[in-house]
């Protein structure tokens, strides 16, 4: 990670960061498996929604002055009802989850430990936040077969096991994003958990 700064903010001490992660989001999220079309006024929307939450944490890689990778995360209580109904639905107590958003990184600086880094800052944020049990994140759900799948593609279902996650199937929520050349449609997206240990 030589030349990367980790900085963590929190609430709305990101305020002035949004359009950067905005831009990271609609940049890395037009890939594949999400081929997002992104829009700055939905984005922005959207990461206002988490700076508006006091118990909220971005997590930003620095190259400079430039912010090139960004995390995010929430207590799920304070995320939108998509993101809760599925929790709700197989009776999981929605207060004792802090829910990770998005991990974005420029290709350039990927392979180099920063996801790890997203990782346990935000592990280390819901500790200290205290009465978290578990943290959980949303994959999107893609057939193996799709043709639209780059040759070659390495997805970070093995990255995730190791750092203790587990897919939970059935855990799932349905969300709608405009994707390139096909227009808006809807997704469904699978949670992955870990149980949120105490600090060692």
Known sequence: MAGI???ILRGREALRHLDDVAALRIAVFAGWPY??????????????????????????????????????????????????AP????????????????SVLLAEHRGRGIGHAFFDAREAHARALDGFRMTAFAAVDRDAEDPRRPEGHRGHEDFWLKRGYRRQPGL????????HDVGTCSHALTFWTRALESAP
């Open 87 to 102: 929790f709700v639905a197989h009776g999981l107590a929605v207060d004792g989850v802090f829910y990770f958003g998005e």
């Open 172 to 179: 799932t929520m349905h969300l709608d994003w405009e994707e």
């Open 5 to 7: 700064d980790i900085g």
């Open 35 to 84: 081929l997002y079309a992104g829009d700055m006024d939905y984005e922005r929307d959207y990461l206002s929604a988490y700076a508006a939450s006091p118990r909220s944490v971005f997590v930003l890689a620095f190259d400079g002055g430039r912010v090139v990778g960004a995390s995010t995360g929430i207590p799920l209580a304070d995320d939108a009802p998509a993101f809760r």
